[in-house]
């Protein structure tokens, strides 16, 4: 299912005992995972019900331990269980695990398991365990007919009115990062008296065109290690008036072309530009790529007023910790 039925599902108090939340974009993978927080947990304080586990860390019997466990406060249990196809999983009994806890999850509603991937093989029993209808899928949106709907759509979750050109000239400028996006509709409604329709010169004012700068510049100094260069980058993309959300677009981008680059999968671009993410991908093992990963996700909370950092600082802050 797409994370719209999925939304559409549980609006309507349908919640399935197990869901696999699986697909290349982070955003969208986070997002999946806050609807069914909130359908399992509600708005309340959830951390006695609420278990987060790792792949690269958790045993079968732990993750066993984990689903068996009853409620403390809420009616349900969340467990949430992030990449179970690391390496060493099948190892610690991790996959012939979940097929127990699947079995088990269906004469049970005290407890709902949400499995978090980049991508898993369909091919393995726990994943057809799963059944298709208890998979949401969380891809990214491929050309662009399919970019123009997701900012649509976007939009309208937002309750932004935006006109034709306007959402041509997000996705010509911003591309397919969706994290920017959501951004960059935020920010251009600023730019309009509520209820206004957003239209393509508002979109010019408030949008940096990413592609124009050296946002690339960056990213690979980041990516060889090069902390001094990707300071002073920084520093001069910021004082050429790009937007803090843009530059950390730009950063969820790279660092996922380097998770799967270094996990084995397929990246396309030209021939130099994926040697370059190849010999940068070897700077970074699969857990300090989930780490540089968290730590843009604290960024983004930063940039949205998390803590009172000032955008500039927080972004330094982040540069430093990626290139070190």
């Known amino acids: 299912m797409t994370l719209d039925e999925l939304r559409s599902e549980l609006e309507a108090a349908q919640v399935r005992s197990s869901y696999l939340v699986?697909?290349?974009?982070?955003?969208?993978?986070?997002?999946?995972?806050?609807?069914?927080?909130?359908a399992v947990l509600g708005d309340g304080p959830s951390d006695f019900d609420y278990e987060r586990l790792d792949g690269e860390m958790i045993t079968g019997a732990a993750l066993l331990d984990?689903?068996?466990?009853?409620?403390?406060?809420?009616?349900?249990?969340?467990?949430?269980?992030?990449?179970?196809?690391?390496?060493?999983?099948?190892?610690?009994?991790?996959?012939?695990?979940?097929?127990?806890?699947l079995v088990a999850l269906e004469d049970s509603r005290e407890t709902v398991l949400v499995v978090?991937?980049?991508?898993?093989?369909?091919?393995?029993?726990?994943?057809?365990?799963?059944?298709?209808?208890?998979?949401?899928?969380?891809?990214?949106?491929?050309?662009?007919?399919?970019?123009?709907?997701?900012?649509?759509?976007?939009?309208?979750?937002?309750?932004?009115?935006?006109?034709?050109?306007?959402?041509?000239l997000l996705a010509e400028r911003t591309g397919p990062q969706l994290l920017m996006l959501r951004q960059e509709i935020a920010k251009a409604a600023l730019f309009v008296a509520p209820g206004e329709q957003v239209k393509a010169k508002h979109v010019a004012e408030s949008t940096s065109d990413v592609a124009e700068e050296p946002i690339w510049d960056l990213t690979d100094a980041i990516g060889e290690g090069r902390c001094?260069?990707?300071?002073?980058?920084?520093?001069?993309?910021?004082?050429?008036?790009?937007?803090?959300?843009?530059?950390?677009?730009?950063?969820?981008?790279?660092?996922?072309?380097?998770?799967?680059?270094?996990?084995?999968?397929?990246?396309?671009?030209?021939?130099?530009?994926?040697?370059?993410?190849?010999?940068?991908?070897?700077?970074?093992?699969?857990g300090r790529l989930l780490s540089c990963l968290a730590a843009i996700h604290q960024t983004d909370l930063a940039l949205k007023g998390a803590g009172g950092i000032p955008s500039e600082l927080a972004l330094e802050s982040l540069v430093i910790a990626l290139a070190s």
């Open 22 to 38: 699986v697909g290349a974009e982070p955003l969208l993978r986070d997002d999946a995972l806050e609807a069914i927080r909130i």
């Open 66 to 101: 984990a689903v068996g466990t009853l409620p403390v406060l809420a009616p349900r249990r969340l467990v949430v269980l992030r990449g179970p196809e690391a390496a060493r999983a099948k190892a610690r009994g991790l996959t012939d695990a979940l097929g127990e806890a």
């Open 116 to 168: 978090l991937a980049e991508k898993v093989d369909g091919r393995s029993r726990w994943v057809k365990a799963f059944g298709s209808a208890s998979v949401v899928r969380c891809d990214p949106p491929r050309g662009g007919r399919a970019l123009s709907a997701f900012i649509a759509a976007e939009a309208s979750r937002q309750g932004v009115a935006l006109d034709p050109a306007a959402i041509a």
């Open 228 to 286: 001094g260069d990707s300071l002073a980058l920084l520093g001069k993309l910021l004082r050429s008036g790009s937007a803090p959300p843009a530059i950390l677009g730009a950063f969820v981008g790279h660092f996922r072309k380097l998770t799967s680059v270094r996990s084995g999968g397929v990246v396309t671009g030209p021939p130099f530009a994926i040697r370059k993410l190849e010999g940068q991908s070897l700077r970074f093992s699969p």
